[in-house]
Antibody
Framework: QVQLQESGPGLVKPSETLSLTCAVS?????????WSWVRQPSGKGLEWIGE???????NYNPSLKSRVTISVDKSKDQFSLKLTSVTAADTAVYYC????????????WGQGTLVTVSP | EIELTQSPGTLSLSPGERAILSCRAS???????LAWYQQKPGQAPRLLIF???NRATGIPDRFSGSRSGTDFTLTITRLEPEDFAVYYC??????????FGQGTKLEIK
């Protein structure tokens, strides 16, 4: 059973870069899956940030595309998120996720990590 | 971009009752591209239904999904105490983009 675990700083200053990593265990990141980042501000809904394939191909949410970079490290079975020029509006729980059976859905989720943007 | 509108915002029911949650898409959605999730406080979302009507691994058969045109429905028969949570529908469209509905909170009456 694939398991995902997010890691990274819980506090980022405004205008700086948010960096998170997701470790994939119980399976290889090089399987036929896309790996995503999703965020959720407190008390609000889910927002998909983007996804990456083990080949390095990426797709991003157009609303965040100018600030987002997702990368993969196959040797470590990890993928990462960088979000630049953060503001308080980027404060949220960030989840990494992987697509599930049949594709086009997110069948695997990490537990999530809260990132707060504050001076 | 396809928008998903869920209704009602909050649904108050008692254990043992039937819940019907709706998700309306602003444009046509391919059946394979529609999924439902359950989220409990402090937890990550959990995939319930994929491809409109297929239950994910380990999901009880009291959960079912269906569609009529651009209207998608999640039905939960015989509510159990653990079913009270927030439910999200999700669609996938091209260019590759996942979007979610705003959620329906299912609360105990």
């Amino acid at each position: 059973q694939v398991q995902l675990q997010e890691s990274g700083p819980g506090l980022v200053k405004p205008s700086e870069t948010l960096s998170l990593t997701c470790a994939v265990s119980g399976g290889s990141i090089s399987t036929d899956n896309w790996w995503s980042w999703v965020r959720q501000p407190s008390g609000k809904g889910l927002e998909w940030i983007g996804e990456i394939y083990h080949s390095g191909s990426t797709n991003y949410n157009p609303s965040l595309k100018s600030r987002v970079t997702i990368s993969v490290d196959k040797s470590k079975d990890q993928f990462s998120l960088k979000l630049t020029s953060v503001t308080a509006a980027d404060t949220a729980v960030y989840y990494c996720a992987g697509d599930g059976r049949g594709g086009y859905n997110l069948g695997y989720w990490g537990q999530g990590t809260l990132v707060t943007v504050s001076p | 971009e396809i928008e998903l509108t869920q209704s009602p915002g909050t649904l108050s029911l008692s254990p043992g009752e039937r819940a019907i949650l709706s998700c309306r898409a602003s444009q046509s959605v391919i059946s394979s591209y529609l999924a439902w999730y359950q989220q409990k406080p402090g937890q990550a979302p959990r995939l319930l239904i994929f491809g409109t009507s297929n239950r994910a691994t380990g999901i009880p058969d009291r959960f079912s999904g269906s569609r009529s045109g651009t209207d998608f429905t999640l039905t939960i028969t015989r509510l159990e105490p653990e079913d009270f949570a927030v439910y999200y529908c999700q669609q996938y469209s091209r260019p590759p983009l996942y979007t979610f509905g705003q959620g329906t909170k299912l609360e105990i009456k």
